[in-house]
């Protein structure tokens, strides 16, 4: 009887071969999983940042409404939303009975800014001629 030492060799190989394949397909199947959830925190994160700057911008045109002479550079401008979430009313500008607001938030890595024209009537009725989100 004669030994053939490749009878081994071969069955090895065929292991480590398909080990290493399989777990390839783990591997990816893992990290797909992974990305597809990046992408959902983020656009939750890009969402509620627009919202946050929209009720930012809600709050600032509040404001305006109870005192038109209102201005963001004398107080930090920083509003806080809830724990967790907060916004800053960057400008708000007011000359002539017409006024702009600027505001923005942050969530995450995502930044929302709104910006709002108007004008204001001595009644303080606010009539808005212009709401651009970016």
Known sequence: MTATPL?????????????FILMTFAVLAGESGFRAFMNTLNLENRQTAAHTARSCASIA????AQDSSYDSREGNGEVQLTEDLKCVIE?????NGNFL???????GTSVSRVQVEGVISPSSTISITKWVSF
């Open 7 to 19: 009878r081994g060799y071969i069955a090895l190989t065929s292991t480590l071969v398909i080990s």
């Open 101 to 107: 607001v600027e505001t923005s938030s942050m969530v």
């Open 61 to 64: 045109l509040l404001l305006i």
């Open 91 to 95: 400008e708000v500008h007011e000359e």
